[in-house]
Structures are given as structure tokens and as C-alpha cells.
């Protein structure tokens, strides 16, 4: 065992870094009000993404990863259908938000919506290293064989201010990347509004946004009704990528505070009182 170590926090290596506006200024108008998503490259990792879909519109780039026949990873870059209609329900309510946006299919899992895990994490691994900033994960695995892969990619996309929006597990079981704090981990709600959304102080989930009885784009140019926190993902992508749009210099830890300061179970106006400290007003030991 070592004490952790860092190099001298030293003034000279540091940078110079624009505050946020006060809070009372952060508003929803402040935050992406005029925005379009414009410029903002967002990956949906899903089943594909069917991009002569009305309501989905153009896709920028694609990437297909399946097993070959020697175990070993191929990447197919030509453009590629939808395999079960996820993927296109996911990226047409995030274009739903966000028109403007840079849309990338990254495919991974098959006509069944299943797929396997290093799969997966390597649809993970193509968005980090391929300069997306969004990525919308309405999937997860729950074997804990994939914990670590995961929570590395998890990190390290956080470090390279790679937003991974992730949907919870529908049942009761952690899976993974939802779990991990330098995510944005979302569940369902019924509210009618894709821009209401609420933050919940008990993690690992930490957002609810609309995800019951939504309206999404599927197979054939058709529409259809769904629930699942699958559908509430895509909103909160949706939602960042507008942000990321109008404030292209957000970090994920300003994003996060954002969100939860404009979460629609935040009062504003009730301001809890600072703790008290050690040694103020006469307390403390003596």
C-alpha cells in the first residue's frame, strides 16, 4: 500500500476558466433556448438507424460492429438499416429536439435487439475515439463480467467530456454503464412535455425524463406508442445536445449541475441555509 500521490497543483499549469452564470440566471431560456443541436455530433448505439425515416433525416456517419468468424471485431462503415426499429425510435426523438444536430448510427445489436457485451463496449470505444460529444446508450448489460470494461469507458469518456446518456435498467437490477456516477443515468416519467424532466437525489439514477406512452419513429416510416427508459434516454440526450449547441465549452460536471438546478422538482425559491462549521458562532470542541 502507497499514499496516492499528485504532481504540485501548480499555478503555472493551470488555465484560466469562464464561470457559469450566477444561478439565478440559469434558466432554461439561458441554457438552450434558440438552440438546435447545430454542430453537436451525437452517436445513438442501438440497432441501427434508418435514416430515410421522415422523422429521423440525415445520418453522418455509420458504424456496424459485429464478431467475425475468428472472434476478432469488424467494422463496417457503409451505410446500414435498422435491425429491429430501437435505434430509429432514439434518434428520432433526439432529432426531435435537437434538428440540427450531427446524427451517428454506431449499430450493435442484432434484429432481436440483443447483442453481446464486448460488442457493446466497442460501440463505446468508436464514439469515444471518433469525437463524438453525445452518446445516447438506450441499452446496458447486467453481467458483472463487463463492470470494469464499462466503468473505464465510462471514465474516460468523462475525462474526454464525451456526454454518455444512459437508460436504466427497466427491471430492478443494476446494469451497466447506468450505474456509474460520471454518467447520466435516466428513468421514465408519464408527463406529456419532453423538456420536463426530474432530478432524483437518491442515485445511481439520477434524472427521470418523459418515457411513458411516447410517440416514436419505427420500422417502415412508421410511428408507434412505447414505454421504457429506452425513450427517456434519447429526451435527456436530446436536452444536452441542445446545451452542448448553444454553450459548446460545457463540461460533464457543468452539465450535470445544470440539470439538476433546472429540474422540475427544484425549488428555487426555498434556499436550504449553509451547514454550520467547526469553530463558527463558539461551537466546536475546546
Known amino acids: 500500500m502507497r499514499p496516492a500521490y499528485s504532481a504540485v497543483f501548480a499555478d503555472t499549469k493551470l488555465a484560466a476558466c469562464a464561470p457559469l452564470e450566477p444561478i439565478d440566471a440559469v434558466t432554461t431560456q439561458w441554457a438552450w433556448e434558440g438552440s438546435t443541436g447545430e454542430g453537436v455530433k451525437v452517436a445513438v448505439i442501438d440497432s441501427g438507424v434508418d435514416a430515410t425515416h421522415p422523422d429521423v433525416g440525415p445520418v453522418q456517419g455509420y458504424v456496424a460492429i459485429r464478431e467475425g468468424e475468428d ?4 467494422y463496417d462503415t457503409d451505410p446500414h ?3 429491429f426499429g430501437h435505434g430509429t425510435a432514439c434518434a428520432g426523438l433526439i432529432r426531435s429536439l435537437a434538428p440540427d444536430c450531427d446524427l451517428y448510427s454506431v449499430k450493435v445489436l442484432g434484429s432481436k435487439a440483443t447483442g453481446q457485451g464486448r460488442v457493446f463496449a466497442a460501440g ?5 475515439d471518433n469525437g463524438m460529444q453525445v452518446c445516447n446508450l438506450s441499452l446496458g448489460t447486467t453481467k458483472r463480467d463487463f463492470f470494469s470494461i464499462f466503468h473505464e469507458l465510462a471514465d474516460e469518456a468523462y475525462f474526454k467530456n464525451v456526454v454518455l446518456v444512459t437508460a436504466a435498467n427497466n427491471m430492478p437490477i443494476p446494469s451497466y454503464p447506468s450505474v456509474y456516477s460520471s454518467v447520466i443515468s435516466v428513468a421514465s416519467h408519464d408527463v ?3 423538456y420536463v424532466f426530474y432530478y432524483n437525489p437518491n442515485p445511481p439514477v439520477e434524472f427521470g425524463a418523459l418515457g411513458i406512452d411516447v410517440d416514436i419513429a419505427w420500422q417502415q416510416h412508421k410511428r408507434r406508442k412505447m414505454t421504457g427508459n429506452s ?5 435527456m440526450a436530446g436536452i444536452v445536445t441542445k446545451m452542448l449547441g448553444k454553450h459548446p465549452g460545457l463540461t460533464i460536471f457543468q452539465i450535470k449541475t445544470i440539470l439538476r ?4 422538482n427544484v425549488d428555487r425559491n426555498r434556499v436550504s441555509r449553509p451547514p454550520h462549521l467547526l469553530g463558527e458562532d463558539g461551537g466546536g470542541a475546546e
Open 124 to 128: 463505446v470505444r468508436w464514439a469515444i
Open 192 to 194: 406529456q412535455d419532453p
Open 81 to 83: 438499416e435498422d435491425s
Open 71 to 74: 472472434l476478432k471485431l469488424v
Open 261 to 264: 438546478e433546472l429540474a422540475a
Open 231 to 235: 425513450y427517456a434516454s434519447p429526451h
